[in-house]
């Protein structure tokens, strides 16, 4: 049997679940989630997000987001986003520990324009 070789990066990025840009799919899903209640969640510095941001977005960044995680209503589903699709990733993963409902958006540019 011959094995397949499959660049590493390839493989973190689709076990982290940040493939860039994130599918069209994704975004559409996002996007309905937060249109029934989802809490958006930037994950990115306060920098980035005053630089610009999804509208209705709640900013905690990502290394704080597990002393702050009690901001957050854990009866809602939360849409995670930053810049690459890494934090979005490592924040969703730290959500689902603390029982959340998580949809990882990976990066802002999934988001869908109308």
């Not at 390839?10 to 209640?37: F, N, T």
């Not at 986003?81 to 969703?92: E, F, I, K, L, N």
């Amino acid at each position: 049997m011959r094995r397949m070789r499959v660049p590493l990066l390839a493989v973190l990025l689709s076990v982290a679940g940040c493939e860039a840009g994130g599918s069209p799919a994704d975004g559409a899903r996002a996007k309905q989630l937060v249109a029934e209640g989802a809490t958006l969640l930037d994950v990115r510095t306060p920098g980035e997000f005053g630089g610009s941001h999804l509208p209705g977005a709640k900013n905690i960044p990502v290394d704080e987001l597990e002393a702050r995680v009690a901001e957050l209503d854990k009866s809602r589903p939360v849409v995670t986003y930053c810049a690459a699709g890494v934090r979005s990733a490592r924040a969703a993963s730290l959500l689902r520990t603390q029982g959340f409902t998580v949809h990882d958006l990976g990066t802002a540019s999934a988001w869908p324009s109308n």
